[in-house]
């Protein structure tokens, strides 16, 4: 199946409060069903209960399987909380955390051998060429996964309000899938999303030529949150 994937990054935003309130409206829409709706909230809000019309996913894992490594989380124990989807190489875990391709990489397999999706994210096809297909190949090698999401976000449109123009969003987006065209999947599907400055009113353009977003800001305001949930 073709799905769109509408994924929401709450980053350190958000409460218990917010999430019951998200649940409450969501179960009174109906979501189509081409769109998988994911939402990623602070690792203390992974495990809930009686959750409608969505998935949950974690917003970064441990590069190791378990250990001493004060304050980390292994997506072993993710993958035992309510998450099935781990973002992994967001650009502000990049710039802020220092985390390199070979972490990456790394915490992508953890991510993989615990049957956990990755949502990996890169930056512009130029920046990242040879490390999007490190991770394209690492998929493709993993027995155990059988879907794997790229989110396409150029560094300046995060949280700038200045998405990339739908030509740039396309050309990225068709530089990636380029990698794999060629190769037999067989049962595994590789999904390109875009992320940066993704809001009510560009969603939908955006959508219709990328397998779907990933949404920061606009997530975490319940206006734009219920508007962009109209849309799909
Ligand atoms: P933004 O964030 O929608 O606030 O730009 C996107 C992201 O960080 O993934």
Same mark, same amino acid.
């Given at each position: ?18 999430? @019951? ?31 409608? @019309?969505?998935? $949950? ?20 124990? *993710? ?24 972490? *990456? ?63 740039? *969003? ?22 390109? $999303? ?34 962009? $949930?109209? $849309?799909?």
């Amino acid at each position: 199946m073709n799905y769109k994937f509408i994924i929401c990054n709450w980053k350190m935003n958000c409460d218990q409060e917010y999430f @019951n309130q998200i649940n409450s409206i969501l179960s009174n829409y109906t979501i189509k069903k081409e769109y998988k709706l994911i939402i990623c909230p602070p690792l203390t809000l992974l495990n809930q209960e009686n959750i409608i @019309n969505f998935e $949950i996913g974690a917003q970064n894992c441990a590069s190791e399987e378990f250990g001493s490594y004060t304050g980390e989380v292994s997506a072993r124990m *993710i993958s035992q909380s309510n998450a099935r989807y781990v973002i992994i190489g967001h650009s502000e875990r990049r710039k802020y955390f220092n985390e390199k391709p070979e972490l *990456i990489l790394k915490k992508m397999d953890q991510v993989m051998d615990n049957n956990l999706t990755p949502i990996v994210c890169v930056k512009r096809f130029y920046e990242d060429k040879e490390y999007i297909k490190n991770l394209i190949f690492n998929f493709i090698s993993n027995v155990k996964t059988k879907n794997l999401l790229i989110a396409y976000e150029p560094e300046e449109s995060i949280g700038s309000g200045i998405p990339d123009n739908l030509y740039s *969003i396309q050309e990225n987006i068709e530089s990636i899938k380029d990698i794999y065209r060629n190769h037999n999947l067989n049962d595994k599907n590789i999904f390109v $999303i875009y992320g940066g400055s993704v809001d009510k009113n560009n969603i939908k353009e955006i959508i219709s030529i990328s397998d779907g977003v990933l949404i920061g800001k606009a997530s975490i305001n319940l206006e734009q949150f219920i508007q962009i $949930i109209k $849309i799909i």
